[in-house]
């Protein structure tokens, strides 16, 4: 059975930093997966910040040229990381992985909170 564990986020200051790391385990032909992040802030729809599929990152536009995401596959892992941090950042981020083969493969993390606060 499929698993994505997340690590990272906390609590930071407007203009700081912070990485987010999910790693897969089990999911098969990882490399087929398109990866994406995901953030729900309290009230909110989810809304999709970064993803990477074929090879290819995509952003929102709220967070373009501030957040940047990573692959590795050799790890089955992903990162995101976030500079330049501002209060409307402050969510439950999730990362996703998603394959379609036949059947639909969706795996979820289990979601990791960042507060932006001064």
């Known amino acids: 059975q499929g698993r994505l564990a997340q690590y990272g986020g906390g609590s930071v200051q407007p203009g700081g930093s912070l990485r987010l790391s999910c790693r897969a385990s089990g999911l098969t032909w990882f490399r087929e997966y398109t990866i994406s992040w995901y953030r729900q802030a309290p009230g909110k729809d989810r809304e999709m910040v970064a993803r990477n599929s074929d090879g290819s990152n995509s952003y929102a536009d709220s967070v373009k040229g501030r957040f940047t995401m990573s692959r590795d596959n050799s790890e089955e892992a992903v990162y995101l990381q976030m500079d330049h941090l501002r209060p409307d950042d402050t969510a439950v981020y999730y990362c996703?992985?998603?394959?379609?083969?036949?059947?639909?493969?969706?795996?979820w993390g289990q979601g990791t909170p960042v507060t932006v606060s001064s």
């Open positions: 996703n992985a998603l394959r379609r083969a036949g059947r639909e493969y969706n795996y």
